[in-house]
């Protein structure tokens, strides 16, 4: 957690060495203080250079979303899907862009070298007005949660990837129809074992293999979703309107990777090539963009309708070499729930730990496990795998990819410089918020109603 002291507040904050620093008033910063260089200050042992983040990001925002990019487009309907995936593309990376851009306005301001996502929200309340303060630390709690409920949602996602790649290749060899929630129920002590190690360290053997799994997974499976073609008029090109919120939570969950953010920017070597131009985050958002667009245009021009949730899951059930790419993923989607647990077990026990001090190893192995079993209670309970991944996106991705970033802005700005000749961004932030309030509402309702049915 990062760390300051304002001479306005008098409210303790941390910066990245965990120090305490005063954060100054912004007329008297420069002339007593000088410039203040946030990468100056960055006591990093190995610092990423831009390229090391944008195979990070890529890494980050390139994951099993890309899979159900077909079946988001059944939601909208070729044409509509096409060019709302580029909007919701665009409208994701200049979110992140503002978000970025308001955590180095903070950093000079407050002169720290960096700060986490949720240490973003609580320094953006402390340099609003007076009447914000007292929300400083109800908005770190509230990041902190949906990151939670986010990252733990998608493991309960992964199970459902995991589990209906493998039933269908099960059910090919050995003739049988099992429940996919007996599957899921199978990967409970696998899971457990490997989600006991607690240190990343011996978890990135898994995150290689899983690369690679997934890199020929989809290779293959581009393969398959490029051949003989249909003509374009042979789908819908626009849905009617009811559909399109399963098309917003189904995008945004695939597209949105704002939880990689803050972490790959606070390690950079040269912070301010992060959002500069071109800059790091518009070419790797660009080139996910695209490839999302195009692997969502091919598989739903492909399949049609009848998409599967998965698009492996579309591909031919009697093909050795199909086969392979359902085990692939499966394989490749098992490891990566490791790698997503990691982070809201951290959060998690960061914030109980002290109330397990007589014996913490034994408490947090509780926790990991009993964390574990949760998502694989709830994959069971809601085996609806596409109304799952809307309801996440819906959920979790509008408060922290589209509204919380708007509201950091806001705060951000609202006394130092204020809005005066800058009302645009005002209005602008509005409509992000009630943009994400709308998807958020209306994707929840339609996600829920379709678990129901189902």
Request: hydrophobic fraction near 45%.
């Amino acid at each position: 957690m990062n760390n300051y002291k304002s001479e306005k507040n008098d409210v303790p904050v941390q910066n990245g060495n965990g120090s305490t620093v005063p954060l100054v008033d912004g007329t008297k910063r420069d002339e007593e203080l000088g410039p203040y260089d946030p990468s100056e200050h960055r006591k990093l042992k190995h610092p990423t250079s831009d390229l090391d983040t944008l195979i990070h990001l890529l890494k980050g925002s390139l994951g099993s979303g890309i899979l159900s990019m077909p079946l988001a487009f059944s939601h909208a309907g070729l044409g509509m899907g096409l060019a709302c995936t580029i909007l919701i593309g665009v409208i994701c990376t200049y979110c992140v862009h503002i978000l970025v851009k308001s955590a180095h306005t903070l950093y000079k301001r407050n002169r720290v070298p960096a700060l986490g996502f949720a240490e973003l929200a609580h320094a953006s309340f402390l340099a609003g007005p007076p009447s914000f303060h007292p929300w400083a630390q109800f908005a770190k709690a509230m990041i902190n949660f949906f990151l939670v409920i986010d990252l733990l949602g998608c493991c309960c996602v992964y199970i459902g990837f995991v589990s209906k790649n493998v039933k269908q290749v099960m059910d090919f060899y050995t003739h049988t129809d099992y429940d996919v929630r007996i599957y899921m129920a199978a990967l409970l002590p696998i899971l457990i074992a490997v989600n006991l190690i607690r240190n990343l360290k011996y978890l990135s053997p898994f995150s290689m293999l899983a690369n690679i799994l997934i890199g020929t997974g989809m290779g293959i499976t581009f393969y398959y979703i490029s051949q003989d073609l249909p003509s374009v008029q042979s789908v819908p090109q626009f849905v009617e309107i009811h559909e399109l919120p399963m098309f917003f939570g189904t995008a945004i969950f695939a597209l949105e990777g704002i939880g990689v953010v803050m972490p790959l920017e606070n390690n950079m070597k040269n912070p301010a090539h992060f959002i500069g131009c071109p800059g790091v985050l518009n070419f790797g958002m660009a080139f996910v963009v695209i490839l999302y667009s195009v692997t969502g245009f091919l598989g739903f021009l492909k399949y049609g309708k009848g998409v599967e949730s998965s698009i492996t899951l579309s591909l031919p059930k009697d093909e050795p070499l199909a086969q392979s790419v359902k085990l692939m993923i499966a394989v490749a989607i098992f490891f990566t729930y490791s790698l997503q647990f990691y982070v809201p077990m951290q959060i998690i026990w960061k914030n109980v730990k002290t109330k397990f001090t007589s014996r913490p190893n034994l408490s947090e192995y509780v926790i990991r496990i009993s964390l574990i079993i949760l998502t694989v209670v709830l994959a069971i309970v809601i085996p609806n795998l596409s109304g799952f991944i809307s309801l996440v996106g819906a959920v979790c991705l509008s408060m922290l990819g589209l509204i919380f970033p708007a509201i950091i802005e806001s705060v951000t700005i609202y006394e130092e410089p204020g809005f005066g000749k800058y009302s645009w961004k005002l209005y602008k932030n509005i409509f992000l918020i009630i943009f994400g309030l709308i998807g958020f509402i209306t994707g929840t309702y339609v996600s829920i109603i379709e678990i129901l049915e189902s």
